[in-house]
């Protein structure tokens, strides 16, 4: 019984150990940006972004917005989608985003168009007294 319960302890052990090891060097996500647009002001920016978090998972298309000294981490995330395996038209310039463009419409709004066909997520409506009008094409 004492061998059994040892060896038994042992491989419960190697299973934490390994799993442990894996999630120590395992790769997080990786934020590619795409694009920074400023607000006429120059007050606030929407930072366009890719997210890739590894083999077994899509790219996703993010926008965060920010005041213009802040960096990425610190904005809000008002948008992400993906290309719902492949029904959403890729960005012409950017392969790993959806068709997506962003345009400041003045100091206070931002309009987001993309294709109608994209799995969205994240698709707020304002953030930090920006309003944020959503376009599907």
Not at 3 to 32: H, M, R, Y
Not at 35 to 53: A, F, M, Q
Not at 105 to 132: Q, V, W
């Amino acid at each position: 019984m004492k061998i059994t319960g040892l060896i038994l302890g042992g491989l419960v052990a190697s299973v934490i150990l390994l799993i442990g090891c894996f999630l120590l060097w395992a790769p997080g996500c990786e934020d590619t940006i795409c694009e920074i647009l400023y607000s006429p002001d120059r007050s606030h920016k929407v930072i366009l972004y890719t997210r890739n978090c590894g083999a077994t998972t899509g790219f996703g298309t993010h926008i965060a917005l920010a005041q213009s000294d802040e960096d990425i981490d610190d904005g809000t995330t008002i948008f992400v989608a993906d290309d719902d395996h492949g029904k959403a038209e890729g960005h012409p310039g950017y392969y790993e985003l959806i068709d997506i463009s962003a345009k400041w419409i003045d100091d206070d709004s931002l309009e987001l168009s993309y294709d109608k066909n994209a799995r969205l997520f994240t698709d707020k409506d304002a953030a930090r007294g920006i309003t944020i009008i959503h376009r599907k094409r």
